[in-house]
């Protein structure tokens, strides 16, 4: 158990995905089964529950990363390898460990596509994204402005934290990805998880909408924003005035 201090200390860092898809193109989907099968047998030691949430220091799950909240400089999250190489924080682990499992127990077959990033990483999908708006006919100026709508600047992506997977199926052919986003727009919460950028939001988070963008904040936080429909930054804006 970590140690209760700190819950109201904010480290106010705010976001843009650093978006893993454009409109145009979906998620790419990784090699990836999920991350399940490494060490399955972690999550069958997790007991979710408020008991262990109201526990734990809320300050590194709440971090807010976006255009106006870079990360601090040396930002390095403590990682737990999935295969595929995908890398997320090893204290988020057990917890997407047990969405997955209990999602595939309901014939839900998700798949992560983009978890954590270094700011190298962010800056070649940010270079991606712009050059594929180049491609289409924007100048360089306009496509780099277009492209930051979808893949943040390095410092200023979520996906630097640890706290964020792009969630995808893991075959199309076999389950469309509407269906896991359905799926995890509904459950998440329950393991501490929020789709980040809603639809409805874009004029707060300052994102599109991004339905594969999931985000661990913690259980508590998590409960909260599904129950009241808000996002991460409106969340945070109560947490203060409290
Ligand atoms: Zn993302």
Known sequence: MRNNFGIK???????????????????RLADIDAPGEIKANLSSRLELSETDESSED?????????ADNPLPDG??????????????????????QKMFDDARQKGIRPAISSSYRTAEQ?????????????RQGYS??????????????PGTSEHQTGLAVDITTADASVQAADVIWKWLEKNSYKYGFIKR???????????????????YVGLKAAKEIHRRGICLEEYLETFRKK
Not at 142 to 153: D, G, P, R, S
Not at 197 to 215: C, L, M, N, Q, V
């Open 9 to 27: 200390i904010l480290v106010t860092v705010l976001c843009v995905c650093g978006a893993a898809a454009l409109p145009l193109s979906l998620p």
């Open 140 to 153: 360089r100026e306009k496509a780099l402005e277009t492209a930051k709508k979808w893949a943040a600047i």
């Open 75 to 96: 930002f390095r999250p403590d990682l737990t390898e999935l295969s595929g190489g995908h890398r997320i924080d090893k204290r988020v682990y057990p917890h997407l």
């Open 197 to 215: 950028y809603p639809e409805d939001k874009i004029d707060i988070t300052g994102i599109s909408g991004e339905p594969w963008h999931f985000r």
């Open 122 to 134: 962010q800056q070649e999908e940010l270079d991606q994204k712009t050059e594929e708006y180049i």
């Open 58 to 66: 809320d300050a590194w799950q709440l971090i807010l990363v976006n």
